[in-house]
């Protein structure tokens, strides 16, 4: 069930919102193999009607489940949006369409959301990243340490005149 709010109740009082949105309901395409929305968003809002508008105010939180792109480690990334405020014009070129009186706030807390994802989750700031191996180095300690291929490589690039 999408997060709706009934423009009659607004009428009389502010309206309180308060409870969990599943995350297929959320709807969101990530794109990026390295977070998924796997647990419902959290929501406790405060829907207030101004003269031609809505204002939403308060908090929105959404557990992410991440890969750490620099050590491949999967972890969870806590989403917080502590203080979220959103106007909602109900006239004009950028008015939100009410269907049988209720206006469907999942499309700007999804839009929110999305700007709020991590660009690149890591598990923690000082992640050094996958473990170095020695491959392709050589172990006789006359060579240089470079294989018969990294030594043809730059042989090669070492040619261009430019």
């Known amino acids: ?5 009934n423009l009659r109740h607004l009428e009389a009082h502010n309206v309180l919102l308060t409870g969990q949105l599943p995350a297929h309901e959320l709807d969101i395409d990530t794109r990026d193999s390295v977070i998924l929305v796997a647990e419902p968003l959290e929501y406790d809002l405060e829907v207030q009607k101004l003269d031609d508008s809505l204002l939403v105010t308060g908090h929105l939180h959404l557990n992410l ?7 491949l480690k999967p972890f ?3 989403l917080e949006l502590d203080d979220w405020t959103c106007h909602l014009p109900l006239r004009g070129e ?21 700007l ?5 989750p890591v598990c923690r700031p000082d ?10 180095k050589s172990t006789d300690n006359g060579s240089s340490g470079r294989t018969g291929i990294d030594a043809s490589a730059w042989s090669k690039l070492n040619k261009l005149k430019l």
């Open 1 to 5: 069930m999408p997060l709706t709010v």
């Open 65 to 71: 489940q991440c890969e750490c792109v620099r050590c």
């Open 76 to 78: 969870q990334h806590r």
């Open 94 to 114: 950028d008015c939100v369409i009410a269907v049988n009186g209720c206006v469907d706030l999942t499309h700007q807390v999804r839009e929110d959301i999305l």
């Open 116 to 120: 709020e994802f991590p660009w690149h």
């Open 127 to 136: 992640c050094g990243g996958l473990p170095r191996t020695s491959v392709g």
